[in-house]
């Protein structure tokens, strides 16, 4: 297998105050490409930290990164903006969706900062919606959507820009149950077609999608095993 994540004995401090927090101690894991893992934990378990250095959206404070070969531990601001451009795609509890901007050039907006003209970021972000099933919803609004659907626009900007590994951070945190588990299907069908997923979750029910479970408390991996329990997926409702 090709290994597309590599943390080497990674830790990050933060000062609060006086204070000094180990929010991560020396963690060290291998994600192959292709591989569906849930990091899960407790509140103040590191899982949050761990994925915002995965995401380069952070740097640690000792230990190496890899990400797909690349040596991300101590890059600058800008070039972690870079990379994080390039070969992640985020989804968040949360949507991150612009209010005003349709659902088409939600999904659209990675490729401005990529560089793309905009008659090939619509026909690529449109190709992004029909991938998520929502091409019928591309000139709606967010407040015109549903959890569900925007979460499936959010999961389709994700897409974009055909990253190296999507990360999901609590992805069903604001949905109900039933719109929990079709976007939990939704992703399945993701990793089915050979994306690398990455999701942090603290649902054990939603963490047994995942096909590896890599459990974290006080900063430190406590287990990381094979999921045993695989969710069986079910075949979306005919609308």
């Not at 943390?7 to 929010?23: C, D, L, N, Q, W």
């Not at 008659?119 to 449109?126: D, G, H």
């Not at 974009?160 to 939990?184: F, Q, R």
């Amino acid at each position: 297998m090709t290994k597309i994540i590599e943390t080497t004995e990674i830790s990050r401090m933060y000062k609060m105050g006086t204070e000094i927090v180990h929010a991560l101690q020396s963690v060290s894991i291998t994600i192959d490409k292709g591989e569906y893992v849930a990091f899960m934990g407790p509140s103040g378990s590191g899982k949050s930290t761990l994925m915002n250095i995965i995401g380069c959206l952070d740097t640690p404070t000792s230990g190496t990164y890899i990400l797909n070969n690349h040596d991300v531990s101590h890059l600058t601001e800008n070039e972690l903006a870079e990379i994080r451009n390039k070969e992640i795609g985020f989804v968040f509890q949360t949507f991150n969706l612009l209010p005003r901007a349709s659902a088409l050039d939600n999904v659209a907006l990675p490729l401005i900062y990529a560089g793309y003209g905009k008659y090939k970021r619509e026909e690529k972000a449109m190709q992004a919606l029909e991938n998520v099933n929502l091409a019928d919803r591309a000139h709606h609004k967010p407040n015109e959507l549903s959890g569900g659907q925007r979460q499936r626009v959010a999961i389709a900007r994700a897409l974009v820009n055909d990253p190296s590994i999507i990360l999901a951070d609590e992805p069903t945190g604001n949905l109900d149950s039933k719109t929990s588990y079709d976007i939990m299907d939704l992703f399945q069908e993701l990793h089915d077609e050979g994306n690398t997923i990455i999701m942090v979750t603290h649902e054990d029910d939603i963490a047994h999608y995942s096909h590896r479970i890599v459990r974290l408390r006080d900063g430190l991996v406590e287990s990381d095993e094979v999921n045993t329990d695989i969710r069986a997926t079910r075949k979306p409702e005919p609308i």
